[in-house]
């Protein structure tokens, strides 16, 4: 089993910033991608940003020149900075953790923008 602890969502304005964490623990043997994906009211869970073992990311076409995913040396953790953020990026952003065969999500954190 993986466990997601993520952290960082909350209330802000728009053109503000916010930094979203997730730790990975538990039986963590071959980590693969690292992503964050987000869910608005009454939409689908979509892709906000995604980073393999080798650093190579993907983005959203939403959220390209205004958010950054990265992850630390040990692999374990995945960070999502948003910068400019607008009332739309409002949702609750969930952490995906894919090793071989498996796919896990975290429980997932709100981020509010307001206007």
């Known amino acids: 089993q993986v466990q997601l602890l993520e952290s960082g969502g909350g209330l802000v304005q728009a053109g503000e910033s916010l930094r979203l964490s997730c730790a990975a623990s538990?039986?963590?043997?071959?980590?693969?991608?690292m992503g964050w994906y987000r869910q608005a009211p009454g939409k689908q869970r979509e892709l906000v940003a995604v980073i393999n073992f080798g650093g190579s990311t993907n983005y959203g076409d939403s959220v390209k020149g205004r958010f950054t995913i990265s992850r630390d040396s040990s692999q374990h953790s995945v960070y999502l900075q948003m910068n400019s953020l607008k009332p739309e990026d409002t949702a609750v952003y969930y952490c995906?953790?894919?090793?071989?065969?498996?796919?896990?999500w975290g429980q997932g954190t709100q981020v509010t923008v307001s206007s």
């Open positions: 538990g039986s963590i043997f071959s980590i693969l991608d």
């Open positions: 995906n953790v894919v090793i071989p065969g498996r796919s896990y």
